[in-house]
């Protein structure tokens, strides 16, 4: 959508965005606008090292947007550009790639106007490339979680379950929307208030670990162990609390 709008915005003949790619040390074309079918297939299947694209290295170093005359390759396809403008896409100290334009004929220079604006797009652009970036880790994440064998629950500051894995929902027999949401607390068996507050005073100075009762929906109650842990904001604000659970019912008959 960035690639088909912005030539209307800044009146170009033609749009690309080529990502970075930390893993590979590579940049990819992702999308393109402004130049025949073929040539925008060859655009966004290619694959091109730093030294490939030196003017792309050389805006990610400046940070800012600024207007190139492409050299060798970095003219990608538009050869009758004599200058580019080139924005870097940066978002929270991370480098996502390159988003350039080009005009053919004509008005073919850039104003500060135009760089201002480029670099406003850039900037918008690159945080929705963080955030897509952070969705995709936590879907990652999930799915590492939901595949383990661990039973898994998450709480926010107020003991309200926001996550549960598998494992959680066939130990205490409820329905995963039945528990989240749910008080967390409801979840103990025998655990009195008073332990229930020094387990959360524990929690609050590092972590606890130890041995509790659970009780399932239909009311039956089991040892587990449980370790908790609080989950804290990059400010080192509380935003809840993961815990990990084990039912220890088979360990304590085998004791006995």
């Known amino acids: 959508k960035l690639v088909e709008l912005l030539p209307r915005v800044l009146a170009v003949d033609y749009c690309g965005i080529f990502l970075w790619s930390e893993e590979h040390a590579t940049y990819r074309g992702a999308a393109v606008s402004g130049v025949e079918s073929s040539m925008a297939r060859q655009l966004t299947s290619i694959r091109l090292g730093p030294k490939d694209v030196p003017d792309f290295e050389w805006v990610r ?86 595949s383990t064998g661990e039973a898994v629950l998450m709480t926010d500051r107020h003991h309200r379950i926001v996550f549960v894995n598998q494992p959680v929902v066939d130990m205490f027999g409820y329905a995963r929307d039945e528990l989240l949401g749910r008080d967390s607390r409801t979840l103990g068996g025998t655990m009195s208030d008073e332990w229930l507050r020094e387990l959360q005073r524990a929690v609050n100075d590092h972590s606890w670990r130890g041995e ?16 908790a842990s609080l989950v804290r904001s990059e400010d080192n604000r509380v935003q809840g609390a993961v815990a990990i659970i084990e039912n220890i019912s088979a360990q304590k008959q085998l004791h006995e």
């Open 212 to 227: 509790a009762t659970a009780r399932r929906k239909d009311g039956s109650t089991f040892p587990i162990t449980l370790h």
């Open 61 to 146: 170093q400046l940070g800012h947007s600024a207007v190139v005359s492409p050299r060798g390759i970095a003219r990608l396809g538009v050869p009758e550009a004599p200058a580019l403008l080139m924005a870097p896409l940066i978002s929270g100290g991370h480098f996502y790639g390159v988003l350039h334009f080009g005009r053919r004929g004509g008005q073919n220079s850039f104003t500060q106007n135009d760089i201002t604006i480029a670099d406003g797009v850039a900037s918008q652009a690159a945080v929705a490339l963080e955030r897509a970036r952070l969705v995709e880790e936590s879907r990652r994440l999930v799915r590492a979680v939901e």
